[in-house]
C-alpha cells in the first residue's frame, strides 16, 4: 500500500507552511503531497487565507524532486477545462511528468459566494463535469498538430491546438472520487485511472469498490485497469501523551478520531490502515490537520510506512 500525504490549507496554512510540509514527506518516505482545493476556511479564520491549489503545486514542482503532486480534488467549477488543460500539462512538465488531477463537481456552495464563482445546481454540475473530463482527455490525447473540437451542452471548443501537451502520455492520472451509487462510479469507469473514496469506513470503502467495478465491467472496461484507494484522517503519537496533545491541537476527541480515522499510537494506525489494504484500497490518503507538526510526520514515515509498504 502506498501512502500519500493529503492537506487542507485552506483551514489555515500559507506558501511556506505547505513547502515545509511537502519537503517533510518527501524525507520521510511519502509517494505523493496532496492538497485540497478549496478558497473558503469550513470553520476557524483560515488565516493567513486561501492559496490557490494549482499556483502552490506549480511552485512545489520546482522545490521538490520526487513525491508526486495534485489535487484532492480540484473543483470543475473554478476553472474553464480549456485553461484547467493548459496549467495541469504546464505542472506536469514543470514537474518533470509528477502530476495527478484528482477533480470533482465542486459542492461548497459558500465559497462559491465568498469569490463571486457561479454555483450550478446539483445537476448541471455534474453534466459540466463530465463535459469537462471529455475535454480536457480529448485536448490532451489530440496528436499534435490536429484540432480539437467539443460541441456539448455548457462548453464549445472550436478548432483548439490543443497545446501544450503534457509531460506525462497520454496525459496525467486522473482521479474520480465520492459517494454516489450511479454517476461517480460511471464517470470513474470511463476516464479514471484512480477512484477514491473520502472518509468512509473500510466496509463502506469495500462496497463502493465494488460497486466502481461493476460500472467498469458494465462500460467493458477492465476494473483492474482503475487503481482503488481512500482518503482518512491521521493522527498519530508515539505515546499516549502524544496522541492526546496532537488530537487536542486539530480539535477533535481522541475517541471519535479512533472511530473515524487512523488515529492512536503506531500500532493502532497501521492496523487501521491494513483494514481499508484489506478492503481493496492500494493507496491510502492519509489527511494531515496540523501543518505545523513536522514531527508527526517524520513519526509516520519512519515508524508507519515501512509496517503498511
Same mark, same amino acid.
Given at each position: 500500500?502506498?501512502? @500519500? ?23 520521510? $518516505?511519502?509517494?505523493?503531497?496532496? @492538497? ?6 469550513? *470553520?476557524?479564520?483560515?488565516?493567513? *487565507? ?18 508526486? =503532486?495534485?489535487? =484532492? ?56 463535469? %463530465? %463535459? ?12 499534435? *498538430? ?10 464549445? =471548443?472550436?478548432?483548439?491546438? #490543443? ?25 470513474? #469507469? ?61 480539535? @477533535? %476527541? ?6 473515524? $480515522? ?14 481499508? @489494504? ?32
Amino acid at each position: 500500500m502506498l501512502a @500519500r500525504l493529503f492537506v487542507e490549507p485552506q483551514m489555515g496554512a500559507s506558501y511556506e507552511d505547505q513547502l515545509r510540509v511537502a519537503r517533510a514527506a518527501e524525507e520521510s $518516505g511519502f509517494d505523493a503531497l496532496f @492538497r485540497s482545493d478549496h478558497y473558503l476556511t469550513m *470553520g476557524g479564520e483560515g488565516l493567513p *487565507g486561501p492559496t490557490d491549489s494549482w499556483v502552490t503545486l506549480a511552485a512545489l514542482a520546482r522545490e521538490t524532486s520526487r513525491i508526486r =503532486l495534485g489535487t =484532492l480534488v480540484t473543483a470543475a467549477t473554478f476553472r474553464l477545462p480549456g485553461p484547467l488543460a493548459i496549467i495541469v500539462a504546464q505542472v506536469d512538465a514543470m514537474s518533470g511528468g509528477r502530476v495527478e488531477l484528482g477533480i470533482g463537481a465542486g459542492w461548497y456552495d459558500q465559497e462559491h459566494s465568498a469569490y463571486g464563482i457561479p454555483f450550478p445546481p446539483f445537476g448541471e454540475r455534474f453534466a459540466r463535469l %463530465e %463535459e469537462q473530463l471529455e475535454i480536457l482527455t480529448g485536448l490532451w490525447t489530440t496528436a499534435e *498538430g490536429d484540432q480539437f473540437s467539443f460541441e456539448g451542452r455548457h462548453y464549445r =471548443l472550436e478548432k483548439s491546438p #490543443a497545446l501544450p501537451k503534457p509531460f506525462q502520455r497520454p496525459h496525467p492520472p486522473i482521479i474520480v472520487g465520492g459517494l454516489g451509487p450511479k454517476t461517480t462510479p460511471r464517470l470513474a #469507469a470511463r476516464f479514471a485511472s484512480e477512484y477514491n473514496t473520502p472518509f468512509m469506513s473500510p466496509a463502506d470503502a469495500e462496497n463502493q469498490f465494488k460497486i466502481v467495478r461493476e460500472a467498469c465491467e458494465a462500460a467493458q472496461r477492465d476494473p483492474a485497469d482503475i487503481t482503488f484507494s481512500s482518503a482518512v484522517v491521521v493522527c498519530c503519537g508515539s505515546d499516549q501523551a502524544e496522541f492526546a496533545r496532537r488530537a487536542a491541537a486539530i480539535g @477533535r %476527541e481522541e475517541d471519535e478520531l479512533r472511530r473515524n $480515522g487512523a488515529a492512536g499510537l503506531v500500532d493502532d494506525v497501521v492496523e487501521r490502515l491494513l483494514e481499508y @489494504r484489506d478492503a481493496g484500497a492500494s493507496r491510502v490518503y492519509l489527511q494531515f490537520l496540523d501543518l505545523s507538526d513536522i514531527d508527526q510526520v517524520r513519526l509516520l514515515g519512519s515508524d508507519v510506512l515501512p509496517l503498511i509498504a
